[in-house]
């Protein structure tokens, strides 16, 4: 086939030679964002004790104070709904799905920026509670896993698109931040009148793939801080007040979960629907375990193959029916990357990362002892760090560049259901009947 001009940051030359004449358009870019702001001081006992000290707030008092606290943090979020005009609701269920709730009245109000709901729910966390230490027989701050209530903010943001922010109610009041790098993309199109057309959180069509390109890169260049802390204080007013006993005091933001997304825009539905089931077949039937590690960053020498005695997790390959369509999905450890056919004509591969410490960066070592000292630059494990995101995004982009280059060795058009034809009907062998086989029937 004709080859077609793509970034090789994100089509290797083996996919685009082979397919690059059914490809209208390539776009990567960040999909799904989780990012979690925390008071790390206030985890250890000794710098509570300090923060209650500072705060003038004794141990036997802790109780009565973290329950007016969170009482006023519940009030504001009410008073913050109210003053929107937007509704506070609150989730009794946990199999009640908030996005599609949120959806719902996003549509109903025909919301297009700003607040579009308040809603709470009762839900695990890691608090911090005073309890009596036998030992030294006096009390002490203690971190626990329990429940209590927690706020999400969901709004229409004029920078960011659709994305929430969720408020532990308790101390020591964890945030967690989730938007769609997509929806920001969007955001930003619209304000360059660029023309596309979006399906969920993908676009199958591009006025300007460059251009949209471009603004997707200078999304890592975001002044994070900012956007962050402007969310804080639309959402947690009180925070503030919360920091003051110590100046010094303030969130501190990793990255939770990164989806990376390399979305392959095909000219015709016909050609990805006849490509597609050949994709699934090559990967379920070649990827071995050893692949998928290497996909994830995982270090496997080709010469011996043996996979680092330190690695203890598990390799899965699954095939699951959604929606979209039929995803593949191939999983090391708590990362993974997956392929979806989506919108009839556009191909997804999707890096997850959960553990990015399997990735390196190169960069200073973080030794207080040498803060004095020209600190040297090496290799080092890829941390959470929001610092560290465009580095989290380059291991995801090549994780979804060595899948495409490993599907491009695929041969043949034959639909994975054709393949498997011969076991889908019973036999019968020295005059007795054997069932037939349906491997494709997956639970969903």
Request: glycine fraction near 4%; charged fraction near 25%; hydrophobic fraction near 40%.
């Amino acid at each position: 086939m004709q080859k077609s001009s793509f970034s090789d940051n994100l089509v290797p030359e083996e996919f685009s030679s082979k397919f690059g004449s059914l490809i209208k358009a390539v776009l990567g870019g960040l999909d799904r964002l989780r990012l979690c702001g925390t008071l790390r001081p206030l985890f250890t006992p000794r710098w509570m004790n300090i923060y209650l000290c500072a705060a003038k707030v004794l141990l036997k008092d802790y109780s009565k104070h973290a329950q007016a606290l969170t009482e006023r943090v519940c009030q504001r979020a009410r008073q913050i709904a109210e003053g929107a005009g937007r509704p506070y609701l609150y989730v009794a269920s946990a199999q009640t799905s908030k996005e599609a709730l949120i959806e719902q009245i996003a549509r109903r109000d025909r919301i297009s920026e700003g607040l579009v709901a308040v809603l709470s729910a009762v839900e695990p966390c890691v608090a911090i509670s005073v309890r009596g230490d036998a030992a030294k027989k006096r009390l002490s701050p203690v971190v626990q896993r329990r429940k209590c209530l927690h706020l999400y903010h969901y709004y229409e943001h004029p920078i960011l698109g659709r994305c929430h922010l969720r408020l532990q109610s308790w101390y020591p009041f964890t945030v967690d931040v989730c938007l769609n790098g997509r929806a920001w993309l969007a955001r930003q199109m619209d304000a360059e009148g660029l023309a596309y057309c979006r399906a969920d959180n993908c676009f199958v069509a591009l006025q300007d793939a460059g251009r949209a390109q471009a603004l997707a890169d200078a999304q890592l260049l975001a002044d994070w801080p900012q956007l962050l802390q402007g969310l804080l204080r639309q959402a947690h007013p009180l925070h503030d007040e919360i920091l003051s006993p110590l100046p010094a005091l303030h969130y501190y933001w990793t990255v939770t979960q990164s989806e990376y997304a390399t979305d392959v825009i095909f000219k015709k539905p016909e050609a990805l629907q006849r490509h597609y089931p050949a994709f699934v077949h090559h990967a379920m039937r070649n990827f071995q375990s050893l692949d998928v590690m290497r996909f994830l960053g995982h270090r496997v020498p080709t010469t011996t193959g043996k996979v680092n005695g330190r690695f203890k997790d598990q390799v899965i390959s699954d095939l699951k029916h959604r929606s979209e369509g039929l995803r593949i999905k191939h999983r090391a450890g708590g990362n993974s990357v997956k392929a979806y056919n989506k919108h009839a004509r556009l191909l997804r591969v999707e890096t997850t990362l959960n553990q990015p410490e399997v990735f390196k960066v190169y960069r200073a070592q973080n030794n207080p002892q040498t803060a004095s000292q020209s600190k040297a630059r090496q290799w080092q494990r890829l941390r959470r760090s929001i610092v560290d995101l465009p580095r989290r995004t380059e291991v995801s982009r090549a994780a979804n560049r060595r899948y495409l280059q490993a599907l491009a060795a695929t041969q043949g058009n034959i639909a994975l259901g054709q393949a498997a034809a011969r076991l889908t009907v019973p036999v019968r062998w020295q005059g007795r009947r054997y069932r037939a086989i349906h491997p494709l029937e997956l639970e969903r």
